[in-house]
């Protein structure tokens, strides 16, 4: 009996310790500023963009709302602003490491070469690039982009790895860099590039926005891999812990099918790689 009850204390002391520990980090900043500045994109749709009313917007969007409201009831605020931060291709990551921006809501992919600048936290959507084109270019697989002029985002990840399959290929290709998404598709729509690189579901969301969908072609074939996680400064640990949290509780409580719905339902179920994915990131408390 003594010693359960010295079991029960100490658990209790190390509890009450933990809940006493001091803030550090961006949880501390956010605490005393009452702010969060979350990083977002202005035309990565459907995961971050400018709606009609100028507002952010998107899948990503939406779980960055969820994990804010998450820390504001962990940190017990009454009330926490949201500072939106607008951010390029380029921009996203040195804006994570100075500081002014907390945390990214847009369509990173989580690479080893990027956490040696940044960190990142669970997964949040998986993808594959491919590449959209119009229909009278004659392009309906990965080879038939001999010879013809590609679009692809400065400064990411997508850029690198076309490039890569491109020569691993031997395809004579020529890369074209554009500003962003609706840049590349506006290019393609005028003729002045024969075909736009991205990741696929951001390429079906452009779709979409296009002036006309029936003349543009997605070709059915994947050219990388692309998991996407929100972007955070490096060591934060308790930062980390937070947004993780709060992610795990959106998929364990079956909100992330609210918010896949919203934004993918059109186009289906999750596919079997990315419902796994929501499975395996259910982490317990």
Do not use: H
């Not at 926490?80 to 945390?103: F, H, M, Y």
């Not at 690198?160 to 393609?188: F, M, P, W, Y």
């Not at 024969?194 to 079906?204: K, M, S, T």
């Not at 059915?220 to 980390?240: H, I, K, Q, V």
Request: with cysteine; glycine share 8%.
């Amino acid at each position: 009996m003594k010693r359960t009850l010295l079991a029960l204390a100490l658990v209790a002391a190390a509890s009450t310790a933990a809940a006493q520990a001091p803030l550090t980090g961006t949880l501390k900043k956010v605490s005393d500023t009452k702010t969060i500045a979350l990083g977002y994109r202005e035309t990565s749709l459907p995961f971050s963009f400018l709606d009609r009313d100028k507002q952010p917007n998107g899948y990503s969007v939406d779980l960055c709302k969820r994990v804010a409201a998450s820390i504001q009831r962990d940190l017990k605020l009454a009330d926490l602003n949201i500072k939106w931060v607008p951010v390029t291709a380029e921009s996203r990551i040195p804006a994570v490491v100075k500081g002014e921006v907390d945390l990214e809501c847009g369509t990173t992919t989580a690479t080893l070469g990027r956490m040696r600048e940044v960190d990142f936290s669970n997964m949040i959507f998986v993808d594959g690039a491919s590449v959209i084109a119009r229909t009278d270019t004659g392009i309906k697989r990965f080879a038939d982009l001999a010879g013809k002029k590609i679009g692809v985002t400065a400064g990411t990840t997508t850029e690198a790895r076309l490039r890569e399959a491109l020569k691993q290929r031997l395809i004579n290709a020529e890369v074209v860099t554009v500003t962003g998404e609706l840049d590349g598709l506006a290019a393609v729509e005028s003729g002045r590039l024969d075909a736009y690189a991205n990741d696929r579901i951001v390429l079906i969301g452009l779709a979409v926005k296009a002036k006309d969908a029936a003349k543009l072609y997605l070709i059915d074939e994947d050219f990388s891999f692309e998991p996407y996680g929100l972007m955070m400064r490096r060591n934060d640990a308790d930062f980390r812990l937070a947004v993780n949290r709060a992610l795990a509780q959106i998929y364990r409580s079956g909100a992330i099918g609210e918010i896949y719905g919203r934004w993918f339902g059109g186009f289906g179920q999750p596919s079997p790689a990315l419902a796994a994915m929501f499975f395996l990131n259910t982490t317990p408390e």
